[in-house]
């Protein structure tokens, strides 16, 4: 079983795709070299380029709604950490500095990457309301809470990301945040 990977969707990221690729890619990460997987609904023209530029596999399903994909990508990619970008906003290279650093030095679930988290007030308070969180651009999630959480609801595809963000929220997950880099 590998360190990590990377899902996109390529709905979810949109015209910035090639630009989250590029960032994934970069000298800067220290994981440059982890697996990508890009989920789709159709072919796309551009994805044999950007497959053979950025070493990325593409998976298109075509009748399958955001929470099948992801889960569908989970699944074919056996690695301890799965990280999954939830916006369009692609991060800056330098934003995963340090990344493996802080996945085997801490015991955590789950890191937010590009959102800070919350105050510890702010997040009892969003606990107890049940009231949605912004999305962090990325989320790294370890392989087996992400199982006991049951993954995405595959019913789900606009909401799908929501949904399992508040699943994350609802349980005793052990957070971490990395500070938030955007490129424009």
């Not at 899902?7 to 982890?34: F, K």
């Not at 996945?103 to 007030?121: K, T």
Request: glycine share 4%; net charge positive; with cysteine.
């Amino acid at each position: 079983m590998g360190p990590a990977c990377f899902i996109l969707d390529a709905l979810v990221t949109g015209a910035q795709l090639p630009r989250h690729l590029a960032n994934i890619r970069s000298p800067h990460n220290e994981i440059a070299n982890a697996p990508i997987v890009i989920t789709t609904l159709q072919p796309d023209p551009r994805s044999k380029r950007l497959q053979h530029h950025y070493h990325a596999q593409f998976l298109v399903t075509p009748t399958l709604l955001l929470g099948a994909r992801f889960n569908l990508a989970i699944a074919k990619l056996k690695t301890e950490w799965v990280i999954i970008a939830l916006q369009a906003t692609p991060l800056a290279p330098d934003a995963w500095a340090g990344l493996t650093a802080k996945l085997d030095a801490y015991v955590i679930d789950a890191m937010l990457v590009g959102l800070p988290l919350p105050a510890l007030p702010t997040q009892l308070l969003h606990r107890f309301l049940a009231s949605a969180q912004a999305h962090p651009p990325y989320i790294v999630i370890h392989r087996s809470w992400l199982e006991k959480l049951g993954g995405f609801d595959p019913e789900l595809d606009g909401d799908a990301i929501s949904d399992f963000l508040h699943r994350l929220n609802a349980c005793p997950t052990r957070w971490k945040a990395l500070s938030r880099r955007t490129t424009l």
